[in-house]
């Protein structure tokens, strides 16, 4: 079949009076062509009009289209045993034609951004071989859409807490932001709503201002809105990870970063330029990034357990044995766990990417195999209780030389008593039990109980308190 170029070249010849030879001739054809278009008279491409086969089985395949969910091997099967007589392709051509399980295509769009206008965020699962394991991973990726630059980093998994940790990582990378940030609708930024109408979380909306730049969502389904981002996955994918293996996350995360530092380097295609280039142009307009940038962290609150340890994820951590019984303040950032007392750094582990149940102890947390308590010195139970009352001097002197394997826990014991109960009837007791020789703290209590409602709780003769 000749295109329309080639017959109006036929029929303009024939007007000019050449003969059918001669128009042969001159366009390359066959005299039988020539003259099948000159019957025709027409410049346009006749169109085929071919009976369809299966057009009398219109009904019956929209019916079986539905019925077995869009397989149109099933429609094919179904048809021949109901005495169907055409192929497995002229059914999928006659569906083809008439628009049957087909989605007509749409012209994609096209977006231009001027210097620093916007960057684009996104991740994607990908696996890589990690310490001789498969894993699956999480791919994140920042774009500048003016200059192509790209970055990328592996997380575990991702969440609000690695979202930042990238975001920071990223925009020091580039050493600025751009003044939007363009995500899908996930749930890591958003709080609520979709696409223009959404509403970041606010810790990610407080980030974002941090550091110089807002979030925004395209619609759903719009991914030609991001495709800056969304283009480079199946690249790294098949560029980065192919053929690599790495010995940890570290090993990972560092030769992602070297692998981008090389592809911002390689000219373009359909930029004529490499990324670097552009960006030389771009770095000028880009948000300057605050002069000092916090380490992002995440905050819990643990109490020490008994054995010395925080528990943080189902994994421990040591901390100075003194400290078993207090409240300490951890900060989980990406690549630590710090334990805090108040404003104090009492303990700093690195943190572990895989796996759990593990147990991180420091040798200088734990006391020294064999030694106990130093034997220098009072406890500093009795220094507290001798700091608070000096006139029991004696009587510890006298419960130690009683008890030496229980000098603690009855230091303890006497200093609640200071604590609790008034001091001139405590004193009394004390007194009063020294002559005898009686160390028993349970007697020692009842005698100032009995002090103390004697001078504290006097009846008067009608039965009142005086």
């Given at each position: 079949?000749?295109?329309?170029?080639?017959?109006?070249?036929?029929?303009?010849?024939?007007?000019?009076?050449?003969?059918?030879?001669?128009?042969?001739?001159?366009?390359?054809?066959?005299?039988?062509?020539?003259?099948?278009?000159?019957?025709?008279?027409?410049?346009?491409?006749?169109?085929?009009?071919?009976?369809?086969?299966?057009?009398?089985?219109?009904?019956?395949?929209?019916?079986?289209?539905?019925?077995?969910?869009?397989?149109?091997?099933?429609?094919?099967?179904?048809?021949?045993?109901?005495?169907?007589?055409?192929?497995?392709?002229?059914?999928?051509?006659?569906?083809?034609?008439?628009?049957?399980?087909?989605?007509?295509?749409?012209?994609?769009?096209?977006?231009?951004?001027?210097?620093?206008?916007?960057?684009?965020?996104?991740?994607?699962?990908?696996?890589?071989?990690?310490?001789?394991?498969?894993?699956?991973?999480?791919?994140?990726?920042?774009?500048?859409?003016?200059?192509?630059?790209?970055?990328?980093?592996?997380?575990?998994?991702?969440?609000?807490?690695?979202?930042?940790?990238?975001?920071?990582?990223?925009?020091?990378?580039?050493?600025?932001?751009?003044?939007?940030?363009?995500?899908?609708?996930?749930?890591?930024?958003?709080?609520?709503?979709?696409?223009?109408?959404?509403?970041?979380?606010?810790?990610?909306?407080?980030?974002?201002?941090?550091?110089?730049?807002?979030?925004?969502?395209?619609?759903?389904?719009?991914?030609?809105?991001?495709?800056?981002?969304?283009?480079?996955?199946?690249?790294?994918?098949?560029?980065?990870?192919?053929?690599?293996?790495?010995?940890?996350?570290?090993?990972?995360?560092?030769q992602a970063r070297a692998w981008c530092e090389r592809a911002n380097a390689k000219e373009k295609r359909e930029l004529h330029a490499r990324p670097i280039d552009l960006f030389a142009r771009e770095r000028a307009?880009?948000?300057?990034?605050?002069?000092?940038?916090?380490?992002?962290?995440?905050?819990?609150?643990?109490?020490?357990?008994?054995?010395?340890?925080?528990?943080?994820?189902?994994?421990?951590?040591?901390?100075?044995?003194?400290?078993?019984?207090?409240?300490?303040?951890?900060?989980?950032?990406?690549?630590?766990?710090?334990?805090?007392?108040?404003?104090?750094?009492?303990?700093?582990?690195?943190?572990?990417?895989?796996?759990?149940?593990?147990?991180?102890?420091?040798?200088?947390?734990?006391?020294?195999?064999?030694?106990?308590?130093?034997?220098?010195?009072?406890?500093?139970?009795?220094?507290?209780?001798?700091?608070?009352?000096?006139?029991?001097?004696?009587?510890?002197?006298?419960?130690?030389?009683?008890?030496?394997?229980?000098?603690?826990?009855?230091?303890?014991?006497?200093?609640?008593?200071?604590?609790?109960?008034?001091?001139?009837?405590?004193?009394?007791?004390?007194?009063?039990?020294?002559?005898?020789?009686?160390?028993?703290?349970?007697?020692?209590?009842?005698?100032?109980?009995?002090?103390?409602?004697?001078?504290?709780?006097?009846?008067?003769?009608?039965?009142?308190?005086?």
């Open positions: 079949m000749h295109d329309q170029n080639l017959r109006t070249a036929i029929l303009t010849l024939r007007r000019e009076g050449l003969s059918i030879r001669a128009i042969a001739k001159a366009v390359g054809k066959g005299r039988g062509s020539v003259k099948a278009v000159l019957r025709s008279g027409s410049q346009e491409v006749p169109v085929p009009d071919r009976p369809e086969k299966a057009e009398p089985w219109r009904e019956e395949i929209l019916d079986l289209y539905y019925r077995c969910k869009g397989n149109l091997v099933r429609v094919h099967e179904e048809l021949l045993a109901k005495g169907a007589d055409f192929s497995y392709q002229a059914l999928t051509g006659f569906c083809r034609r008439n628009e049957i399980g087909v989605k007509p295509k749409e012209p994609v769009g096209r977006y231009t951004f001027q210097e620093a206008e916007e960057m684009q965020h996104d991740t994607s699962p990908h696996r890589a071989r990690i310490g001789g394991v498969v894993r699956q991973v999480q791919c994140a990726s920042l774009v500048l859409c003016f200059s192509r630059l790209l970055f990328i980093q592996y997380y575990p998994t991702f969440d609000r807490f690695w979202c930042k940790v990238f975001l920071t990582e990223a925009l020091q990378f580039f050493g600025g932001a751009c003044s939007r940030c363009m995500i899908d609708n996930t749930h890591v930024v958003v709080a609520q709503g979709t696409g223009p109408a959404m509403i970041p979380a606010p810790e990610m909306e407080a980030f974002a201002s941090r550091l110089g730049f807002i979030f925004r969502a395209h619609e759903k389904g719009d991914a030609n809105r991001s495709a800056r981002v969304e283009r480079n996955f199946s690249w790294v994918d098949g560029n980065f990870l192919a053929g690599r293996e790495f010995t940890d996350w570290e090993d990972l995360n560092g307009f880009l948000k300057p990034l605050p002069a000092y940038i916090p380490e992002v962290y995440r905050l819990h609150h643990r109490i020490v357990d008994t054995e010395g340890y925080v528990h943080v994820h189902r994994n421990s951590f040591s901390v100075p044995y003194q400290l078993i019984g207090r409240e300490m303040e951890v900060r989980e950032s990406a690549k630590r766990i710090e334990i805090f007392m108040g404003p104090r750094k009492v303990a700093s582990h690195p943190r572990p990417w895989d796996g759990c149940d593990q147990r991180l102890t420091l040798k200088e947390h734990r006391p020294v195999r064999g030694e106990g308590r130093p034997k220098t010195g009072p406890p500093p139970e009795e220094v507290e209780l001798l700091a608070m009352e000096p006139r029991l001097l004696s009587y510890v002197a006298a419960l130690k030389a009683k008890f030496p394997g229980k000098v603690v826990r009855m230091m303890k014991r006497l200093r609640g008593m200071v604590r609790d109960y008034p001091r001139e009837p405590l004193l009394k007791a004390v007194f009063e039990a020294m002559p005898y020789g009686m160390l028993d703290l349970d007697r020692l209590e009842r005698m100032i109980l009995r002090n103390v409602r004697k001078d504290y709780f006097v009846l008067s003769e009608d039965g009142h308190e005086g």
